[in-house]
């Protein structure tokens, strides 16, 4: 079964410029969650949907912000770029068969590099 | 709110040197506790999980024990490998529900290096 895919992997954009990532989970799987990861800060978790509906959301200026699919396809989308958003953005699925019980392991994709100039 | 804190790196080994890296959490409720391994360059891959107290979480020759009494999950292993070079994350999903959906909350990760 193939694994969650993030695309692009690498990305080079400028200050005030928006960007689009992609995430396509296992097959089955329904959740999808995103977290940034930077050197300073560590692991961060941005959002989860689930079935098309944003569930969870962490501490983030609202320039972040997501969607799923109804194929759970899920993109985040970051409007008007500043330097500190260069991150590895990583995104995680789970099969949440148990609605939202913590039980369920969440698998990552390989992420996508962010570089803001 | 939730929290995990792991030990100070980086570690440095040698070859088939014992490992410890310690984790402790802070969280309502009785979460899930995890470790993910990153290896440069790559995303998180899921080493090891307990989801209740006294659970053992093993794979790979790591190991952690959920304990609920000191509130750590503590990864250990025997003899590390070059391959085990790397940086450990410690983990926890809160099994409440409601706020916590989805929500994985990391410690700050641990780099370890072995040598031959």
């Known amino acids: 079964k193939a694994g969650v895919t993030q695309t692009p992997r690498y990305l080079i954009k400028t200050r005030g410029q928006q960007v689009t990532l992609s995430c396509s989970p296992i097959s089955g799987h329904r959740s999808v969650s995103w977290y940034q990861q930077t050197p300073g800060q560590g692991l961060q978790f941005l959002f989860e949907y689930f079935s098309e509906t944003q569930r969870n959301k962490g501490n983030f200026p609202g320039r972040f912000s997501g969607r799923q699919f109804s194929n759970s396809r899920s993109e985040m989308n970051v409007s008007t770029l500043e330097l500190g958003d260069s991150a590895l953005y990583l995104c995680a699925s789970s099969l949440d068969r148990t609605g939202g019980v913590g039980t369920e392991t969440q698998y990552f994709g390989p992420g996508t590099r962010l570089l803001v100039l | 709110g939730n929290s995990v804190t792991q030990m100070e790196g980086p570690v440095t080994l040698s070859e088939e040197a014992f490992l410890t890296i310690n984790c402790t959490y802070t969280?309502?409720?009785?979460?899930?506790l995890f470790w993910y391994v990153q290896y440069p360059g790559e995303g998180l891959q899921l080493l090891l999980k307990?989801?209740?107290?006294?659970d053992k979480g093993s794979n790979k020759g790591f190991e952690a024990t959920y304990r609920k009494e000191t509130t750590s999950f503590h990864l250990e292993k025997g003899s590390v490998q070059v391959s085990d070079s790397a940086v450990y994350f410690c983990?926890?999903?809160?099994?409440?529900?409601?706020?916590?959906?989805?929500?994985?909350?990391f410690g700050q990760g641990t780099i370890l290096t072995v040598h031959p």
């Open positions: 307990a989801t209740k107290a006294d």
């Open positions: 983990a926890l999903r809160n099994n409440a529900g409601g706020t916590s959906y989805g929500k994985l909350t």
């Open positions: 969280a309502t409720g009785y979460p899930s």
